[in-house]
């Protein structure tokens, strides 16, 4: 099971750290991914994180964000810098353990979820 918290209102340029906390003492042998979704609009990917620590990051939020891990905590990190208004979505974690390089942004690669987090960032 998967469980994204550290959501928030916050205002523009403002910063948050979202979790994404894993059940289980094999999460280490799973890639995570980010992704979003705003009201009206597709899922879109956020970033990801290998098994072996690689990153990947929307072109949208690339130079803002940082995806980290800490296995022995079972935990993914999401750190979002210098918030806009169009960061505003409900944020997901999801993860796999046979997840392939080319489909790290690809929501349908993923086969477990974990519920929302709602960010809300002011102008």
């Known amino acids: 099971q998967l469980q994204a918290s550290g959501g928030g209102l916050v205002q523009a340029w403002a910063f948050l750290r979202l979790s994404c906390a894993a059940s289980g003492r094999t999460f280490g042998r799973y890639s995570v991914g980010w992704f979003r979704q705003a009201p009206g609009k597709e899922r879109e990917f956020v970033s990801a994180?290998?098994?072996?620590?690689?990153?990947y990051y929307a072109d949208s939020v690339k130079g803002r964000c940082t995806t980290s891990r800490d296995n022995a905590k079972n935990t993914v990190y999401l750190q979002m810098n210098s918030l806009k208004p169009e960061d505003t979505a409900v944020y997901y974690c999801?993860?796999?353990?046979?997840?392939?390089?080319?489909?790290?942004?690809?929501?349908?690669?993923?086969?477990?979820w974990g519920q929302g987090t709602q960010v809300t960032v002011s102008s």
């Open positions: 994180i290998t098994r072996s620590g690689g990153t």
């Open positions: 999801a993860a796999d353990n046979t997840i392939i390089a080319s489909s790290y942004s690809r929501a349908g690669a993923y086969d477990y």
